[in-house]
């Protein structure tokens, strides 16, 4: 399977070391910010692109799969108010989005919609640590955790000024520095009580593993937008 990287930071580099080791996966190309013209005047012959760059390319890659038909794995975060287009690419190539490629997140987010059924009441804070360099926050992993959460006041850190805790508040709180690959907790408070639940990446490994896995089974699925889930339940049914 031959892969277009786009963005060629952390994760691009990542994902080179990883296909130069699989047997089955070659490198198409890398695009980055010295070389995004190419997209437009070039095909690479890609079997997949996988991006790790940033919302800003989404122009030059969304022309880029749609003239060429090649499918989409995208893992950029950010991607809030773009998220209805990238999922519509899929009217036409097999895409995937998904802020965290992490299976043990995928079924975090589960939980915790769980938890929010059961937990009714309770207070939710949700804390999450990266290192020094992430530009985002809070990051896409956070928004994707909330969405599991329905509709609440989200409170971005906490001011001397914002006094008492409101009914219906989401404290969320981005910590940055050193190496930290990426870790989340959703802490559930009640009376005398607390219910906590953690992911700890130990590696960016695991994302990029995740997306070549998505992009593995994304490879002559039929045009659709994908969930990760739905890419690796379909794996198990293989
Ligand atoms: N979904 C998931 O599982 C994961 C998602 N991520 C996300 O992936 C993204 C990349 O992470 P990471 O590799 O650590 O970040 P880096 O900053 O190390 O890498 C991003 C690369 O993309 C380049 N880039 C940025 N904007 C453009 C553009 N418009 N056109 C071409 N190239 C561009 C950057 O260049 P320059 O440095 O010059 O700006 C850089 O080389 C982030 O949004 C991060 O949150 C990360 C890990 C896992
Ligand atoms: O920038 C990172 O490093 C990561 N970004 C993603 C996010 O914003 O949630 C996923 C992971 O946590 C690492």
Do not use: W
Not at 54 to 71: A, D, G, M, N, Q
Not at 100 to 105: E, L, P, Q
Not at 153 to 168: F, N
């Amino acid at each position: 399977m031959r892969v277009l990287l786009s963005g060629y930071g952390r994760m691009g580099k990542m994902l080179h070391q990883l296909i130069d080791e699989a047997d089955d996966l070659e490198l198409a190309g890398v695009i980055d910010v010295d070389n995004v013209a190419e997209l437009a005047q070039c095909d690479f012959g890609a079997d997949v692109v996988i991006d790790f760059s940033s919302p800003t390319i989404f122009p030059e890659l969304s022309s880029y799969v749609l003239r060429t038909k090649t499918p989409l794995v995208c893992g950029a975060t950010g991607y809030e108010e773009q998220g209805q287009a990238v999922k519509s690419l899929g009217d036409q190539i097999p895409v995937i989005y998904t802020e965290n490629y992490s299976v043990g997140v995928n079924v975090m987010a589960q939980v915790v919609g769980e938890l929010n059924r059961l937990l009714a009441g309770f207070d939710i804070e949700l804390v999450e640590t990266h290192h020094r360099y992430k530009k985002d926050a809070p990051s896409g992993t956070a928004q994707l955790l909330l969405r599991q959460l329905g509709e609440h006041h989200l409170v971005y850190g906490r001011s001397p000024a914002d006094g008492e805790r409101q009914p219906g508040d989401i404290g969320v709180h981005s910590l940055r520095g050193g190496t930290v690959p990426g870790e989340h907790s959703v802490i559930f408070y009640g009376e005398d009580e607390t219910v906590e639940l953690t992911h700890r990446a130990f590696s960016r490994q695991i994302f990029a593993q995740g997306a070549l896995t998505a992009a593995r089974r994304l490879v002559g699925s039929e045009p659709g937008s994908y969930t990760f889930a739905q890419l690796l339940s379909k794996g198990q049914d293989a």
